[in-house]
């Protein structure tokens, strides 16, 4: 992480050093509830993530305010895709009823959370498989960690179906891809999101996403986000994209976490 974030934060180093901002050093946490911590304690002033553990940390410090959308690889928004054999029985949600669900990790916002709000608005509820609880009516689901997995599971039938954003579905090897079929899409959602935390100096705050929204103007800049997980450029939440998350967060929320 020191060296995928390194360049992006010496160029904002660079842009506020000018206005006497000083910008600290990368912070790397155990997990998202070491995180809050720092985040409630004022050590961490900046959080770059997806909306899943965003809503998590903001739950969890109460002091988390999201500001801007990162935009990485030129994509702003994703959507969640459903995917089963080619030849399977499987058509819509109402079909995983009974049966498997390969997702990949629980802090995933695309091949977890995502999958898990849209199987709950269908009306159907969503049980790890080794639950004793799981039961014909449930929608039973397993961890692959990583979205190669969760194809080649559902292939050789360790799983009856598989989500992951659409990103992940196109970069299948075709032998793979060949084999399956969409039969269910999300609507989309921000890829990323870049939140302060509340109560941070508003000068300093607007100081800095200036600074942010700024870093793709020249080449420095834009080698620099590239370098940050491919980040593109940042971009400010619009009305709609706040009004999209309040109506995600009761169901992304994840109790698994907590």
Do not use: C
Not at 7 to 18: G, N
Not at 45 to 51: K, S
Not at 109 to 129: Q, Y
Not at 140 to 155: C, D, P
Request: charged share 30%; glycine share 8%.
């Amino acid at each position: 992480m020191l060296k995928v974030y390194g360049a992006m934060i010496a160029r904002l180093r660079e842009r506020l050093a000018p206005s006497g901002v000083n910008v600290g050093d990368l912070v790397i946490t155990r997990d998202l509830d070491d995180l809050s911590q720092q985040i409630a304690r004022g050590e961490v002033e900046l959080v770059i993530e997806t909306i899943f553990p965003t809503l998590v940390l903001q739950e969890r410090s109460r002091r988390l305010e999201p500001a801007l959308v990162v935009v990485r690889r030129g994509q702003r928004e994703y959507r969640s895709v459903f995917f089963t054999k080619k030849d399977g029985p499987i058509r819509d949600l109402g079909d995983l009823r009974g049966r498997t669900l390969v997702l990949q990790a629980l802090r995933s916002t695309s091949a977890f959370a995502l999958p898990k709000a849209e199987i709950e608005r269908a009306g159907l509820a969503m049980v790890p498989a080794d639950d004793p609880r799981a039961g014909p009516a449930h929608v039973r689901y397993v961890l692959a960690l990583a979205e190669i997995n969760q194809a080649v599971w559902v292939l050789h039938g360790k799983g009856d179906a598989g989500a992951f954003n659409e990103g992940d579905w196109s970069a299948l090897p075709e032998r793979i891809r060949s084999q399956l079929r969409v039969f269910h899409e999300t609507q989309p959602i921000v890829r990323g999101l870049l939140s302060f935390r509340a109560g941070l100096d508003p000068r300093v705050r607007r100081l800095g996403e200036e600074a942010l929204l700024g870093l793709d103007d020249d080449d420095s800049g834009r080698g620099a986000l590239a370098l940050a997980a491919g980040i593109t450029r940042f971009e400010p939440l619009t009305a709609g994209d706040r009004k999209s998350l309040r109506g995600l967060a009761a169901l992304l929320r994840p109790r698994a976490l907590r």
